[in-house]
């Protein structure tokens, strides 16, 4: 993820488990909401693939990337990340 520049937006990358919201208290910078929902599916993987999270148990875990106001811009489900045969 990258750091502050002029030319790109903050973006909060906040986890959602069921009804329970964690909000990232850092912003990380993007020139776009895809590059930073791009960026959440990549650590999303990332957790995956060094067993910071088991994936039987993410059926209910989201990374939900707010703007600077705080709304959602974009949404990475499990199964954005995650091989198919977690589907």
């Not at 990380?28 to 039987?56: C, N, W």
Request: no cysteine.
């Amino acid at each position: 993820m990258y750091t502050h520049s002029s030319a790109m937006a903050a973006f909060y990358m906040n986890v959602r488990d069921g009804e329970t919201l964690i909000r990232d208290p850092e912003p990380y910078y993007f020139a776009t909401a895809q590059q930073a929902r791009d960026a959440a599916v990549k650590a999303m993987r990332q957790m995956v693939r060094s067993q910071e999270i088991d994936p039987d148990q993410i059926t209910t875990k989201e990374i939900e990337i707010a703007d600077e106001t705080g709304h959602p811009v974009a949404v990475v489900h499990r199964y954005d990340a995650v091989p198919v045969r977690y589907h």
